[in-house]
């Protein structure tokens, strides 16, 4: 049994910062690549920023020089520090981590709400 545990979520106004965390525990051999998915009211999921186990990274044209993503191997968690964060931003944002034990396998967090707000 694997669980993916989100925190950082919350309200923060238009031009402010927030940093998601995302720590996998349970049966892991070892993760593949993690990453951030988010997801608005009428929209589909979407790709942010996902990391490999070796630190390559990709992000979302929309979040490109804004939010950044790391990984600590040791921790089995991904974090992500957006920056300069907009009312556009908003949305749900969900954990994905590739996990390999006797396969690879993906799971998702539970989700965690952004809200950009003045």
């Known amino acids: 049994q694997v669980q993916l545990v989100e925190s950082g979520g919350g309200l923060v106004q238009p031009g402010g910062s927030l940093r998601l965390s995302c720590a996998a525990s349970?049966?892991?051999?070892?993760?593949?690549?993690m990453g951030w998915y988010r997801q608005a009211p009428g929209k589909e999921r979407e790709l942010v920023a996902a990391i490999t186990r070796g630190g390559s990274t990709n992000y979302g044209d929309s979040v490109k020089g804004r939010f950044t993503i790391s990984r600590d191997n040791a921790k089995n968690t991904v974090y992500l520090q957006m920056s300069s964060l907009k009312p556009e931003d908003t949305a749900v944002y969900y954990c994905?981590?590739?996990?390999?034990?006797?396969?690879?396998?993906?799971?998702w967090g539970q989700g965690t709400q952004v809200t950009v707000s003045s």
């Open positions: 994905n981590a590739k996990i390999i034990n006797y396969g690879l396998t993906a799971y």
């Open positions: 349970g049966s892991i051999f070892s993760i593949n690549s």
